[in-house]
T-cell receptor, first 116, second 109 residues
Framework: EPEVTQTPSHQVTQMGQEVILRCVPI?????FYWYRQILGQKVEFLVS????????KSEIFDDQFSVERPDGSNFTLKIRSTKLEDSAMYFC??????????????FGPGTRLTVT | RKEVEQDPGPFNVPEGATVAFNCTYS??????FFWYRQDCRKEPKLLMS???SGNEDGRFTAQLNRASQYISLLIRDSKLSDSATYLC??????????FGTGTRLKVLA
């Protein structure tokens, strides 16, 4: 069964450093997403991406964040200058362009980001 | 008011019991609804989509009431492996998911 993969599984970084989180969406999916979940809190939408453009972003997704699809398979989230409050689990998700069920999103296993 | 609201639980039920979870959403423009399950420190996994006509998948039944902006999930004959957090999701716009905080279920032997 196809699945979304993410690397690394755990990233530890110092405050102020840049990090890049990587995702490989399901191969025939055209919509890509990043979410985050701070420990003990709900899953929060960050950004959606389609046709090499951001479709929608949340208030959390400020100028410190960027996304890119550098090639035909990878989808990345970059945080330019990490803050302590960026510590969270970051989930990548993808969905098909069309079909029944309202564009179900499939999530990767997540990258746990710890900012010290 | 929270966009998607769920009772956090925990719901502790014996094996074999029937348990129901409810969820309300505030955005009447929400177009699609889902239930996901999340095990501790893992990713959300799709359990089922929720349709206006209601839908069933084995022991799981989901219902949507658009007039009341209310979604439900019923689990029959609970198994130990059903222990998890159940996340209610409302989607709108460019399929941006709004998650509830989740309802914790613990099935006891």
């Amino acid at each position: 069964e196809p699945e979304v993969t993410q690397t690394p599984s755990h990233q530890v970084t110092q405050m102020g450093q840049e990090v890049i989180l990587r995702c490989v969406p399901i191969s025939n999916h055209l919509y890509f997403y990043w979410y985050r979940q701070i420990l003990g809190q709900k899953v929060e939408f960050l950004v959606s991406f389609y046709n090499n453009e951001i479709s929608e972003k949340s208030e959390i997704f400020d100028d410190q964040f960027s996304v890119e699809r550098p090639d035909g398979s990878n989808f990345t989230l970059k945080i330019r200058s990490t803050k302590l409050e960026d510590s969270a689990m970051y989930f990548c998700a993808s969905s098909e362009a069309s079909g029944q069920g309202g564009y179900e999103q499939y999530f990767g296993p997540g990258t746990r980001l710890t900012v010290t | 008011r929270k966009e998607v609201e769920q009772d956090p639980g925990p719901f502790n039920v014996p094996e074999g019991a029937t348990v129901a979870f409810n969820c309300t959403y505030s955005n009447s423009a929400s177009q699609s609804f889902f239930w996901y399950r999340q095990d501790c420190r893992k990713e959300p996994k799709l359990l089922m989509s929720v349709y206006s006509s209601g839908n069933e998948d084995g022991r799981f039944t989901a219902q949507l009431n658009r007039a009341s902006q209310y979604i439900s999930l019923l689990i029959r004959d609970s198994k130990l492996s059903d222990s998890a957090t159940y996340l209610c999701v409302a989607a709108s716009g460019t399929y941006k998911y709004i998650f509830g905080t989740g309802t914790r279920l613990k099935v006891l032997a």
